[in-house]
């Protein structure tokens, strides 16, 4: 078996990866429906989850998957599906159910251009969805945003022990990008992670009282109290949330990118240094929480902030929120799965520190 | 001469009158009085008559009827 | 002696049925059985949505609420993490023929190791007496005022049928709860259909024509004659499949 092996290095596809940090991380059972780009994850675990004793089911849709998800999730087994933005769509009334049933699980978007049916390439139109709950009621899921193959398998241990710690749906937001690419991957074996025994799992009753999963409180009074705690739940989140910094100690102009974008950015962002604008980047690694605090600060010493995504702007909402004014937000969007080139932003930054420089006027 | 019992719980019946239909012999009725959730629970009339063949437990919606034979 | 006594595996809560509606013999048959199997202990039951959604007030084990239609994907999910136990579900007609029948289709043919019951009174109660796949051509409801027009509104469709046709399916059988006779022979498919489980041998399913007395409109006693004299000439009873060697108990 991989997991007794010394830590190997190998060439990995991303989706390849991130099946590997399941297994890693202990999980055993996957549901899943095929759906380009991320068609390598079941693929490659339907050969390994049965090599490790786990359980590997192709459903009849993503509604199916998601509910094999809560079935399994709730007899306390670590369980994962993954999709692409329109089957994260179908599951949507499933993973509202997971939630407020406060079963743990692992969902996987692997996002791919939309609205509706869109198209294959890669975008970052699925934040919305991704964090701000996506189905019905009050409730959040976790959201880690990887930004290389390493991170693709890293993020995954972390979001089922994540999941697991707060008994609460997580997700590895990914694009098509990150799934296809092929990069060193050092497969570590999972940290050692200390938590809660799973006494809300049934399983059967045994010789004990009878247990019950369930997001059901018809009771008014119950149902609110039921929320409320939820709703603390996720503000005991905040602390989860994670981020990079990159030489933004004496930047003016701060970039805020995530995943795949965020390597684009990065090298915009040395060009520019080049050239001697003063710029740096945040990158989200967490999107929920999202990491408020270094974007606070910034808002300080800052002029302004670019924003960069591969959407029409929705992570750029969350930004603004977190500067509170303190700076300008400018946006910068593809979609159709076309990056930007380096030359390209560089421009949109020489255009943001100039529009930043007229409005303090 | 021990004789058939038919148990009804008063406060499960819900009035609906299966029993009293299906009972071969004709010995169920409903009471005059209501029990507490406001229905008229199903009773026995005539337990000598009772052959213990249970078609009223058999049809109770609310397993509230037992039998005892002899 | 005892002949007739309260099932061990069921709650001291009295049932929210309605008064006379045969969920309730259907949940009955249900405890009995998981009590004659000795299972209770190591059973998980998974809710759908409708009447029944109150299930794991009245039957004494383990539970998990899922979405509309969903069960027998969320059985699936337990099964396949716990083989050993015992894992069924309990669905209405909405349930399980309308949003439902992707998942009940494929949980059948893929023979997951599961028992549905499949309580069909050709209405939705819970909702307030909607046209349900399982309405019959005539019937009025709420969205058909004036009697199912197959023109309009298409013809019920016949799950067990439909699903004895599938390889997975190991044990398939219809079953009425309007008398005395039905409830008995009711009673050994429900049986039956846990021990083909038990057997491993496949996907069971009993589906168990009920009354509703509040939306068809009709007194309790008045409700079970229209079973007759309305949905067994639809619904015709019988086991639809059968394991090998297996014996038919219902006529």
Known sequence: MREDKVVEKVLMKGNEALAEGALAAGCRYFFGYPITPQNELPAYLAKRLPENGGVFLQAESEIGAINMVFGAASTGERVMTSSSGPGISLKQEGISYIAGSEVPCVIVNIMRGGPGLGGIQPSQADYFQATRGGGHGDYRTLVLAPASVQELYDLTILAFDLADKYQNPSMVLGDGVLGQMMEPVLLKPAPKTELPEKTWAVRGKGSGEAKLITSLYLEPECLEVHNLKLSRKYESMAGEARWEEYLTEDAELILVAYGTMARVVKGAVRRARELGLKVGLVRPITLYPFPEEPLLKLGKQATAFLCVEMSMGQMVDDVKIAVAGRAPVFFYGRAGGIFPTTAKLVEEIEKAMAEAQEARK | MTMNQVIIHRERCKGCQICIEVCPQKILSLEEKINSHGYHPAQMKDAKKCTGCAFCATMCPDAAIEVERG | ?251
């Open chain 3, 1 to 251: 002696m005892k002949v007739a006594a309260r099932p061990k595996c069921l709650t001291q809560q009295q049932f929210s049925y309605c008064p006379g509606c045969t969920h309730g013999i259907g949940t009955r048959l249900v405890a009995e059985a998981l009590d004659e199997l000795g299972v209770i202990e190591n059973t998980v039951g998974v809710l759908a949505v409708g009447c029944s959604v109150m299930l794991y007030k009245f039957i004494d084990c383990d539970f998990i609420q899922a979405p509309h239609g969903r069960a027998p994907a969320v059985a699936t999910g337990v099964k396949r993490a716990l083989p050993q136990q015992t894992v069924f579900a309990y669905q209405g007609d909405g349930d399980l023929a309308a949003i439902g029948t992707a998942e009940i289709v494929h949980a059948a043919a893929r023979g997951e190791k599961i028992t549905i019951f499949f309580v069909n009174n050709a209405i939705y109660g819970m909702t307030g007496g909607q046209m349900a796949p399982t309405t019959v051509e005539g019937q009025v409801t709420t969205t058909t005022p004036t009697g199912r027009d197959p023109a309009l509104a298409g013809y019920p469709i016949q799950m067990a049928e439909m699903l004895a046709t599938l390889e997975g399916s190991a044990y398939i059988a219809r079953v009425a709860l309007n008398n005395p006779k039905n409830v008995r022979q009711a009673k050994r498919a429900v049986q039956r259909a846990f021990e083909v489980q038990q057997a491993g041998l496949g996907f069971s399913l009993v589906e168990l024509i009920s009354t509703c007395p509040t939306n068809w409109g009709a007194k309790p006693v008045e409700a079970l004659s229209l079973i007759e004299e309305q949905m067994l000439p639809t619904y015709p009873l019988g086991e639809f499949k059968l394991p090998e060697g297996m014996k038919a108990v219902v006529r």
